[in-house]
């Protein structure tokens, strides 16, 4: 029981769990319309059809990472049932500020590679205005950060996975019940 009265949320606010799903629906989003482009050729409709939703869409998780870190950060997350031990504890938070890291990162190198490419900058029927001046070979570079964090992703995304499952399956606590959708567990 809380000094107001109140007992402690066992769950994350409707907010929380919302941003959850909707970054996740972007993540398969933004990662499937990249790798599906290979499929195409290049220079292709499709192809560039696909590169410019990867766009649009990276930097609609972009903007939506900086909301969902405001209402992260606006309370507590509810505590665990029954409490993880501290390396645990230390691993989640970790992993948490590298999936931020990535939910802010990659959709701004994106931008820095397209600006430096010289490259319009897409986003649903407008133009994002270039961040830095034209530099091809810093584009180059940009890309090939921009793709080396992207593949690291999939193993954060992973790892996050692998993480709530392990909590709900192995060791049984309420970790992955916090932030499912619908009614209190």
Known sequence: MLANGKSPASRYRASSIGFHWLMLLLFVAVYASIELRQLFEKGSDPREALKTWHFMLGMLAFALAWLRLATRLSGPAPAIRP???????????????????????????????????????????????????????????????????????????????????????IKRDDTLMRMLPGRDY
């Open 83 to 169: 409490p993880p031990p501290r390396l645990q504890r230390l691993s989640s938070r970790l992993l948490h500020l590298a999936l931020y890291v990535l939910m802010i990162g990659m959709p701004l190198t994106g931008w820095l590679v397209l600006s430096a490419a010289g490259k319009p900058i897409p986003f649903f029927g407008l133009e994002l205005p270039a961040l830095i001046d034209e530099n091809k070979a810093l584009a180059k570079q940009l890309k090939g950060l921009h793709e080396a964090v992207g593949t690291t992703g999939y193993v954060l995304i992973g790892g996050h996975v692998v993480g709530a499952l392990y909590h709900h399956y």
